[in-house]
């Protein structure tokens, strides 16, 4: 998750405790405390939808599963989540709201002490509900919204979608509960970016994630309908000019790109262009620390059966289960050979990852996609949408140079 | 050690039949649990857990999850009585509850 806004209207020389004369201790320092994080878990509760979203990862459908965890395993895992020092657990599914436990859940994940947050299509969320949920302790609710109106439908296949999904929305501030939009980019929702963003601005939402595909779940039947790499980059571009523009405004939203960490090369790209040298460096030394691509470390997924993933989308194969063991151990659990090669992937990554000078703020990108499409686990994320005179070169701003600029 | 005396014996298949990978990395090594794949078929489910262990492996093992029987101590079940008892709408109230913020 990189915070354009951040990184483009926030980030000034004083902030985030980085300041670049001293910097090269305390952010290989905090690179290894990021390192030693506990991941956010992703928790599909139920894999049971009340709509049929052609890009659902999770392959959701309108019947009830076999195996879901129960109300009591579900707060066993908690238990276990709060254990192992899991920060955050994201309730998503299939939709969650389907769960009448829901509630309950989130209050006894609150109880113990993992963050509870919410991903949700929003068409489930009625006042009563955006009020309980509130009260049960939940901090955060994401809400799916994938294109202007009819385009929006058309996807989630359900006539009336866009306009559940902002009455959720509605719902939920009217309740006072933070809530924020998640866009999953695609070849057919692009143009509507910022038109979406407009509309759901007057309805008082702040924070836009916007999501690249993965390809995993139903995803992998429309790879052929994500974007290409040249309006990939349009889009990304916009995103961030887009951001500019509500700053200049004097409206401050939050903007959020999630899922393709050539973003943070990008971003350096974009802030060197249209920012300064100075600002660029910034933006690079604060994304450096963030660590580029999560998977298998900083992100985790647990589905509705209790199979452990290495993320969300990356439902095909599963690490392990918390019915025959606890979470804790089984993402510890380093005799397993993926889980240590990922975690060590920067020596394995091939072709022009290999040598990319972002390859430590981007780490390759999604592995999953290159498992995808070039069946090859450590091959070049096919979604990278650099130029070849951007990635090669030495790394930028190397060895800690003592005289930024910015000073 | 413990009675073995819990059988888990929940599904664990998403999509398609899981399979239990096992995986050796050299001769005089173990062979090691390393998670499981979904795939329709044996040959599919080869092929996955081939590109994900290659790497690594010198051999590799694949049972089908629905034969394979897990028993362990009791005091390692997520909640050993639970009675499997669903928490999830059913596709009636599903249907009903959508877009109900809407009619007023
Ligand atoms: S070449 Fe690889 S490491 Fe570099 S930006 Fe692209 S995906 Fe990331």
Redesign the interface.
């Known amino acids: 998750m990189i915070s354009v806004s951040k990184l483009l209207t926030d980030l000034d020389a004083e902030g985030d405790g980085l300041r670049y004369d001293a910097a090269e201790e305390s952010t290989k320092a905090q690179i290894r405390d990021e390192k030693q994080r506990r991941p956010v878990v992703v928790w599909n509760v139920?894999?049971?939808c009340?709509l049929y979203c052609d890009h659902c990862y999770?392959?959701a459908d309108?019947?009830?599963?076999?195996?879901?965890?129960?109300?009591?395993?579900g707060?066993?895992?908690l238990d276990?989540l709060a254990d192992y020092g899991a920060p955050v657990i994201l309730f998503s599914g299939g939709e969650p709201?389907?769960?009448?436990?829901l509630e309950e859940l989130v209050a006894y994940a609150d109880e113990v002490g993992v963050r509870p947050v919410l991903s949700t299509n929003g068409?489930?969320?009625?006042?009563e509900r955006a009020a309980s949920l509130k009260a049960a302790g939940l901090k955060y609710a994401g809400i799916s919204v994938d294109g202007l109106p009819e385009r929006n439908d058309d996807f989630r296949g359900?006539e009336?979608?866009f306009?559940?999904a902002v009455?959720?929305i509605q719902?939920c501030l009217d309740a006072g509960l933070k809530t924020g939009l998640r866009y999953t980019i695609t070849e057919r929702n692009a143009p509507d970016l910022e038109g979406v963003v407009d509309l759901l601005t007057d309805v008082g939402v702040d924070r836009f994630c916007f999501y690249h595909l993965d390809y995993g779940g139903r995803g992998t039947e429309i790879v052929d309908a994500d974007l290409t790499p040249v309006e990939r980059r349009e889009a990304v571009e916009r995103v961030c000019d887009m951001t500019r523009e509500y700053h200049d405004r004097g409206e401050e939203i939050e903007t959020l790109l999630v899922g393709n960490y050539a973003d943070a090369a990008y971003l350096v790209e974009y802030a060197r262009e249209h920012m300064g040298e100075a600002q660029a460096r910034r933006v690079y030394e604060y994304l450096r620390v963030n660590g580029g691509d999560p998977t298998g470390e900083r992100v985790a997924d647990v589905?509705?059966?209790?199979?452990v993933h290495l993320t969300q989308f990356w439902?095909?194969?599963?690490?392990?289960?918390?019915?025959?063991?606890?979470f804790g151990d089984i993402w510890e659990d380093e005799?397993?050979?993926?889980l240590g090669?990922l975690r060590e992937r920067e020596d394995?990554l091939t072709g022009k990852c290999a040598d990319c000078r972002y390859s430590d703020v981007c780490r390759g990108g999604s592995r999953l996609r290159a498992?995808t499409v070039e069946?090859?686990?450590?091959a070049p994320d096919p979604q990278c949408y650099l130029d070849d005179d951007e990635i090669r070169g030495p790394e930028p701003f190397a060895g800690g140079d003592a005289t930024s600029p910015a000073d | 050690m413990g009675e073995l005396d819990h059988e888990v014996d929940a599904p664990r298949g998403a999509t398609s039949r899981e399979w239990e990978v096992f995986c050796r990395e050299a001769s005089a090594d173990p062979l090691t649990h390393v998670g499981s794949v979904s795939a329709p078929s044996a040959d599919i489910a080869r092929e996955q857990a081939t590109r994900l262990f290659a790497h690594a492996a010198e051999a590799l093992w694949l049972c089908p999850a629905d034969e394979t029987v897990r028993v362990q101590d009791e005091s390692l079940a997520l909640d050993p009585d639970s009675d499997g008892a669903d928490a999830t709408m059913d596709e009636q109230a599903m249907h009903d509850e959508t877009l109900r913020g809407e009619a007023e």
């Not at chain 1, 709201?97 to 436990?101: A, C, H, I, P, S």
């Not at chain 1, 589905?303 to 199979?307: S, T």
């Not at chain 1, 439902?315 to 606890?326: A, E, I």
Request: charged share 25%; aromatic share 4%.
């Open positions: 139920t894999k049971q009340n999770a392959a309108t019947d009830i599963a076999d195996g879901e965890l129960t109300t009591a395993e707060k066993a895992l276990d709201l389907v769960r009448q436990d068409t489930l969320i009625t006042e359900m009336g979608a306009d559940g009455q959720g719902n589905d509705y059966q209790g199979n439902q095909g194969y599963s690490l392990g289960n918390v019915r025959d063991r606890p005799s397993n050979p993926l090669a394995r498992l069946d090859d686990l450590f």
